[in-house]
């Protein structure tokens, strides 16, 4: 298991400004899961389209502020939270 820490301002998003991204490597591969671990909740996030760029720009040592835009960009974002929250919590 391996933690990166990430602190970062995002306008016109609510997320929490410091957070910890938490996930294990050999699920992300088989299952395309990431584990984001915030300070007061916890989301399971289905990221299958996003888990490529992920683990290429984590290592190959990329400013994770470039990915993490993108990835709340995307237009599925909230209904993937909602349907993984009711189906997890």
């Known amino acids: 298991m391996k933690k990166i820490y ?3 301002k995002i ?3 609510k997320i ?3 957070f910890i991204i938490q ?6 591969l088989k299952y395309h899961w990431i584990k984001y671990f915030f300070i007061k909740e916890k989301i399971l996030l289905n990221v299958k389209t996003l888990s490529n760029l992920f683990l290429m720009e984590l290592f190959s040592s990329f400013s994770l502020n470039m990915w993490i835009i993108a990835f709340y960009k995307n237009r599925n974002i909230s209904g993937i939270v909602r349907k993984t929250q009711n189906k997890y919590h």
């Open 16 to 18: 929490r400004k410091n």
């Open 6 to 8: 990430y602190s970062n």
């Open 23 to 28: 996930f294990n490597y050999i699920d992300c």
């Open 11 to 13: 306008k016109k998003r």
